[in-house]
């Protein structure tokens, strides 16, 4: 799955891409239970003061549990920092339950496709 963060704090990004201000990203991963990976280098929007940066991620899932932990991160991500994100190209809404029903969807067609 790719998810897509939209968003033009700086510190987000950085505690996203796990990595210190000034230095290059590699891997973040969240929980034992789901990770994310950059789909690309980061490369940020110089001189360009609170224009939204969009991060992509590759995202894993291994468990069901990882499904709840996955769910309400994001959930954090838009609610308590602004941010926007979509899953797979479709936006995922300001509430848990949809979120977590869409993350389903998601894995459901992808498993689907295999």
Known sequence: MILRILTADQNLIHDLLDAPQG??????????????????????????????????????????????????????????????AELSGKELPPSEKEIEIIIRQTIRKSNDTR
Not at 30 to 35: A, R, V, Y
Not at 53 to 60: K, T
């Open 23 to 84: 230095q290059t990203p590699d891997k973040h991963i969240p929980s034992n239970d789901f990770s994310i990976t950059p789909a690309h280098d980061y490369h940020p929007s110089r001189g360009m003061v609170g224009v939204p940066e969009i991060l992509e991620f590759a995202v894993e899932i291994s468990t069901n549990i990882g499904v709840g932990l996955f769910t309400a991160w994001i959930y954090d991500l838009i609610k308590n920092h602004h941010a926007k």
